[in-house]
């Protein structure tokens, strides 16, 4: 790792690549068997849940059309503002499709907890959530969450998608962010 490596910035790695990929890969298994008889519509929340989405459907083996929905919580800060802003909408229709919503993180779970609701109101078949992290401990509202890759300690967290003020997503791991880089 050189002096201008990124992950310089993290106090502590929680998820290397390998990991992530293996967990990933138990999801997408997980997936395929429970639509092995029905399609299903996977939404992506942009920009965070890039990564999750690429790889995620990449590893499954049935049909996984996608589609992009843009919200904003958290602006170029650590703490969610708990204001949901759509910056996108999605294309498709979802009358009658049976949605899946993927997602990076859960950490107030402000943003899913608003955005199931509101893809729920487009009268879909059904509407499950699928997300590689969550942070219990930081939840303010109950949400049934189908697919959780892993659990995770109440810090803030950059990479394989997740930012610091846009930076971090490209990192190939998921670690704990250094507060000197933030406070
Ligand atoms: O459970 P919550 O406390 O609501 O936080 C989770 C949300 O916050 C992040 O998105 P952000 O609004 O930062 O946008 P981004 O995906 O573009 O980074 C993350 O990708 C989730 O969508
Ligand atoms: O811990 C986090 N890191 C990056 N983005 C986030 N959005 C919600 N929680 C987080
Ligand atoms: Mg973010």
Redesign the pocket.
């Known amino acids: 790792m050189d002096a201008q490596d990124v992950k310089n910035d993290l106090t502590e790695v929680l998820y290397t690549a390998e990991e992530i990929d293996a967990k990933i890969k138990e999801l997408a298994a997980q997936i395929d068997r429970d639509y092995a008889d029905k399609d299903v519509l996977l939404v992506g929340?942009?920009?965070?849940?890039v990564m999750v989405m690429a790889d995620l459907a990449r590893a499954m083996h049935i049909h996984a059309p996608m589609d992009w929905m843009?919200?904003?919580?958290?602006g170029s800060g650590t703490k969610?503002s708990g204001v949901v802003r759509i910056l996108k909408d999605l294309d498709a229709d979802l009358t009658g499709r049976h949605v899946l919503i993927v997602?990076?993180?859960?950490?107030?779970?402000?943003?899913?907890s608003w955005l199931k609701a509101n893809l729920e109101s487009r009268g879909p078949a059904s509407v499950e959530i699928c997300t590689l992290l969550r942070k219990p401990e930081?939840q303010k509202v109950e949400i049934d969450v189908k697919y959780v890759g892993m659990d995770i300690p109440n810090k803030f967290v950059v990479g394989y998608?997740?930012?610091f003020a846009e930076n971090y997503r490209n990192l190939d791991c998921i670690g704990i962010l250094a507060p000197h880089v933030y406070e």
Request: hydrophobic share 45%; charged share 20%; no cysteine.
């Open positions: 929340v942009l920009k965070g849940a843009a919200v904003s919580s958290y969610s997602e990076d993180i859960i950490d107030s779970g402000l943003t899913l930081a998608g997740l930012d």
